[in-house]
C-alpha cells in the first residue's frame, strides 16, 4: 500500500511540474504576442504619421493634433503623448524599408504575421526608443 502511495506523490509531482511550466510558457507566450501586436500598431501609427507628414508637411502638426485626438479618445492608455508618438514616427521610419519591403503589395495581415516573426517583435517597446 505504502508502495502506490509514493507512486501517487510522484505522479502528482510529475503532474504539477507540467502544469507550471505549461503556465508559464503560456504567460510567456501572451506576452510575446501582446508585445508584438503593440510594436504592430505602433508601427502603423508611424507609417500614418510619416505619410501624413510628407503629404502636408510640418507644419500642418500632425503629431501634435494627434496626441490630443488620441489622449480624447483614449484617456486611460499610455503611449500617445506628443514625445512618444514622435518616438513612433521614428521607429517606424527605421523599420520602413524592412517591414514594407517584405510586405510590398500584401495585406495588413501578412504585414503583422512577418512583424511577429522578427526578432525585434520580442524586444519591449522601452529598448527600441533608447536606441
Known amino acids: 500500500m505504502e508502495l502506490s502511495q509514493n507512486k501517487g506523490i510522484k505522479d502528482y509531482t510529475v503532474l504539477l511540474a507540467e502544469i507550471k511550466q505549461q503556465?508559464?510558457?503560456?504567460?510567456?507566450?501572451?506576452v510575446i504576442s501582446a508585445n508584438s501586436q503593440m510594436l504592430y500598431m505602433y508601427w502603423y501609427i508611424g507609417n500614418n504619421i510619416l505619410a501624413m507628414q510628407q503629404a502636408q508637411g510640418w507644419g500642418a502638426k500632425v503629431i501634435d493634433q494627434l496626441a490630443k485626438d488620441l489622449k480624447k479618445e483614449f484617456p486611460e492608455q499610455k503611449g500617445f503623448s506628443v514625445r512618444n508618438l514622435k518616438y513612433i514616427r521614428k521607429f517606424a521610419e527605421i523599420y520602413s524599408i524592412e517591414f514594407?519591403?517584405?510586405?510590398a503589395a500584401?495585406?495588413?495581415?501578412?504585414q503583422l504575421d512577418i512583424i511577429v516573426q522578427t526578432p525585434s517583435a520580442q524586444i519591449s517597446w522601452s529598448h527600441h526608443i533608447q536606441h
Open 100 to 103: 514594407m519591403q517584405q510586405v
Open 23 to 30: 503556465v508559464k510558457q503560456s504567460q510567456l507566450k501572451a
Open 106 to 110: 500584401q495585406n495588413t495581415n501578412m
